[in-house]
């Protein structure tokens, strides 16, 4: 019975290590994932980012060339009408305070789609980290001297149970 208790308790001790061992490296490798999956977030919210920012760029540069389109329509048309002064002056003002306003326009929107990449980077930032922080709970690991002490209390307990049996045995 000593025996047994004793080798039960190192059987159990070898199975916790090893236990232990493929919860290190299951958090191993699914840290490893999730750092993998969270750069593949902000890589596809920084290219989201770009996108828009091409696109606003391309309509910014086709307000500034159809707002010198029409400046440029205004003035020939004004010359060869012998049109001058104030009112030419005052159309082409017009054709560059809507193209400022437009041009302004688009790049607000700009400003609050950088903000709201900046908070998705964030946000991403915080779940990842809190995705790890559940990953990499604390791994028990056995110890090896509270092994040996179940050993030792196992291996006394049937050093008394057979002392028990020999005694009843004899009376």
């Given at each position: ?65 159809k707002a010198r389109d ?25 054709y560059t305070r809507q ?64 002392l028990e049996l020999e ?5």
């Open positions: 019975s000593a025996v047994i208790g004793v080798g039960s308790s190192a059987a159990q001790y070898a199975g916790q290590r090893k236990q232990a061992k493929q919860q290190a490296q299951y958090q191993a490798q699914a840290s490893a994932a999730e750092r993998q999956r969270a750069l593949q977030e902000q890589r596809s919210i920084r290219m989201r980012q770009a996108q828009e920012q091409t696109a606003r760029n391309t309509e910014i540069h086709r307000i500034a060339q029409a400046r440029s329509t205004a003035t020939v048309s004004a010359g060869e009408s012998g049109v001058a002064g104030l009112s030419v002056d005052a159309l082409l003002d017009d193209e400022s306003l437009q041009t302004a326009g688009l790049q607000q929107q700009g400003g609050w789609g950088d903000l709201q990449s900046g908070l998705a980077l964030s946000d991403a930032g915080y779940r990842s980290q809190n995705r790890l922080i559940g990953i990499n709970r604390p791994v028990n690991k056995p110890s090896f001297l509270t092994a040996a002490l179940d050993a030792g209390s196992r291996g006394l307990s049937g050093a008394r149970t057979g005694r009843a045995m004899k009376s």
